[in-house]
């Protein structure tokens, strides 16, 4: 059998594109100066950039709704306003939401809301400090600012609780600013919330004052219609001379015309009792009267309540977000090592012989 003048050819391609791993390290091992010098000559680098660049500490906290210590007087004043509600609509307190949820979620909206951001930082020393005088670059670090407070809502299936991130330049004031923001987004969600019980205390005042003056009305007028039914049944009495009760009825029970039959004691007895009595009213019209005494006397609040709690409470970071200066000088450690390993087998490649 006859082989192929080819073969030989062949073989020696195979042997040329196998890869001489011996080689390769002795290779490598020469030019370990250029492996190693690349390696912490980028590690170096990056060590020096890393020092120079803008750092950034992150602190958390996570609230929930507030108890009703946190409430303070805000929670008195309000729960007499549904209570007041609950008697006059006869609505069930238990469908209400509760005022604790209320309150929070008041300052839920308020500390996710870009507003309250904003206006947070154009007030706060941190960001007075840095600005340069030039709108453009004022305009960019205040959004960068902006931007640096995080709010994540509550999810019932990945997040059980409300958390706000805050990052800053150094840990210290991660965690001060934190906490100033929650007080500031807080007090904020506090003065909307009282404005909102002082309307709500004005209208119910006003409604009030107007149910107080119907019963007084309605009360006035029957009392008139009644004086003036027994001053006309006692002129009739007088003139026929009836001076004793001619009739075995009740006189609440007997009919305004039929009044005379009372006589004239009798009549003249109801006279001046309905005098000295004036108008009459029910139990309804003297609660009401209460009630509207205390509304007259105005809501009574103290000037700051809190409206969440903490279920973790913002403290000083002990990592630090960016730089993270030893990934750096790893990732750029390795990098300068390729690129030394490539220059090492360029430069010691072997010549080909022609």
Known sequence: ???????????????????????????????????????LGFALVALLIALLMKQ?????????????????????????????????????????SSISDGAYNEFV????????????????????????????????????????????????????????????????????LLRQYIDFASARAALHLYEELQGAWSARTQSMNAQVKRQEAVATAIYNRELNNTQQALKIAQQQNIDHSMTDAAPNRLPDPDMFLLGTPMLQARLKLLQASGPGFDID?????AMLATLNAGP????KFQTYRYLRTPEEPVKRDSPRRVFLMIMWGVVGGVIGAGVALVRCRPTVAD
């Open 56 to 96: 950034e500490w992150s602190s958390t906290a996570i609230t929930d709704k507030p108890t009703v210590n946190n409430l303070a007087s805000y929670f008195s004043q309000e729960q007499f306003l549904r209570n007041l509600d609950a008697k006059n609509t006869l609505t069930p307190a238990g469908d209400q």
């Open 285 to 289: 019209y003297d609660q009401n009267k």
């Open 109 to 176: 909206m308020q500390l996710a809301s870009y507003d309250t951001r904003r206006d947070f930082w154009l007030a706060d020393p941190y960001y007075i400090q840095r600005k340069t005088g030039d709108d453009r670059g004022d305009a960019l670090l205040l959004d960068q600012l902006i931007n640096a407070i995080q709010f994540t809502p509550r999810d019932e299936k990945k997040v059980l609780n409300d958390s706000v991130k805050l990052t800053a330049e150094t840990a210290a004031d991660a965690n001060q």
């Open 1 to 39: 059998m006859m082989r192929s003048e080819s073969t030989p050819a062949r073989r020696d391609l195979a042997l040329d594109n196998e890869l001489d791993i011996r080689g390769l390290c002795r290779t490598l091992w020469r030019g370990k100066g250029w492996v190693i010098g690349s390696a």
């Open 300 to 303: 009574m609040l103290n000037e």
